[in-house]
């Protein structure tokens, strides 16, 4: 699975900052948000390209890399991330094996590193669960010093459709309120994910538990 989970003090950020695309690559694009630059990476991926090579493309071809962030993983595990030199502070990012962190408008470099050790020790867990308990660590060490607004959570399995597509669009405590969401979803929600067709099983029985839960009985 490849996903991207983000929170700031900005309305509706999941729509237009966090890309991914089954078996390619997941991106974010912050700071100075382009979402061309996140819908071009992704095709770069497509193509081939890892996650360092398909950055550097992007950044080469956009006409303000000083103002972007962007944090790139390749289906392959491969990270890679940019922080623009005229980035408004705190910003920083933090790769490993896996996962590309990333942040600016920040109330420390506290943010990122707890988000980082956070996804770095949920090791084993869905990739989901430790999508939402990064940005828990992240807005507990301090999160966006502005205050907080949204925050969204996009994963993709082996489909063209998303596996989980969350988003908290307004709110005073968005990430308290995502872990909410999220804990209906795998219970009201993903039984149903997991049983649509898919590309190479077109015909599915969603059976009589989940045909129950969208057709309740009157």
């Known amino acids: 699975?490849?996903?991207?989970?983000?929170?700031?003090?900005?309305?509706?950020?999941?729509?237009?900052?966090?890309?991914?695309?089954?078996?390619?690559?997941?991106?974010a694009?912050?700071?100075?948000?382009n979402p061309l630059l996140a819908i071009n990476g992704l095709d770069l991926l497509e193509e081939g390209y890892g996650a360092e090579e398909a950055l550097r493309e992007l950044l080469d071809s956009d006409h303000e890399p000083e103002r972007r962030q962007l944090a790139v993983v390749d289906a392959r595990g491969n990270s890679a991330a940019h922080t623009g030199a005229a980035t408004d502070p705190w910003c920083g990012h933090r790769t490993?094996?896996?996962?590309?962190?990333?942040?600016?408008?920040?109330?420390?470099?506290?943010?990122?590193?707890?988000?980082?050790g956070t996804f770095e020790a949920s090791d084993g867990q869905p990739l989901s669960e430790r999508l939402v308990q990064a940005l828990e660590a992240g807005q507990a060490a301090g999160g966006d010093k502005r205050g907080k607004q949204?925050?969204?959570?996009?994963?993709?399995?082996?489909e063209p459709?998303?596996?989980?597509?969350?988003?908290?669009?307004?709110?005073?405590?968005?990430?308290?309120?995502?872990?909410?969401?999220?804990?209906?979803?795998?219970?009201?929600?993903?039984?149903?994910?997991?049983?649509?067709?898919?590309?190479q099983r077109p015909k599915v029985d969603l059976g009589e538990e989940i045909r129950g839960t969208l057709i309740p009985e009157g």
Do not use: W
């Open 29 to 33: 694009t912050q700071a100075r948000t």
């Open 1 to 27: 699975m490849l996903g991207v989970s983000l929170s700031t003090k900005f309305p509706a950020i999941g729509a237009i900052s966090s890309f991914a695309r089954a078996g390619v690559g997941a991106i």
């Open 161 to 199: 459709y998303p596996y989980l597509d969350l988003r908290v669009d307004e709110h005073p405590e968005p990430v308290a309120e995502l872990r909410r969401v999220y804990e209906i979803a795998k219970v009201e929600m993903l039984p149903l994910i997991e049983a649509l067709p898919t590309q």
């Open 96 to 116: 490993g094996p896996g996962y590309a962190v990333a942040g600016n408008l920040l109330v420390g470099e506290e943010t990122v590193t707890a988000m980082a």
């Open 150 to 158: 949204s925050a969204a959570l996009y994963v993709v399995s082996t």
